[in-house]
């Protein structure tokens, strides 16, 4: 099974969301809110599943800067100061999936 590519990132600050096109047809308009609280880092995840962080308090976060990293990834910087998730094209797919269906990741 090939991955999906994403073929547009999108970042509005308007409505607080990234809007992303993936190659298979997939659309999602994911949430600051939601890239901010579920970041890949360490920071949030913790190092396994129990030391989760819940991060609350961040409806109105912003993303100041987006950063490729190889070919497989963007680095988001929020304007909270949080800037050390890398956010790969399969985890951001999975993110606009449990978006669109209204859940949590």
């Known amino acids: 099974m090939s991955r999906?590519?994403?073929t547009r990132l999108r970042f509005s600050k308007s409505d607080k969301a990234l809007h992303a096109r993936f190659d298979d047809g997939a659309e999602f308009s994911i949430p600051f809110e939601t890239l901010r609280v579920e970041s890949p880092s360490a920071e949030v995840q913790g190092h396994s599943p129990d030391q989760k962080v819940h991060v609350?308090?961040?409806?109105n976060v912003q993303i100041t800067s987006a950063d490729p990293v190889g070919r497989y990834a963007v680095r988001l910087v929020?304007?909270?100061g949080h800037d050390s998730g890398l956010f790969t094209w399969d985890y951001l797919y999975a993110l606009g999936t449990a978006s669109r269906q209204g859940q949590p990741h």
């Not at 609350?56 to 409806?59: A, L, P, R, V």
């Open 4 to 6: 999906a590519w994403p």
């Open 78 to 80: 929020f304007d909270d």
């Open 56 to 59: 609350t308090g961040k409806e």
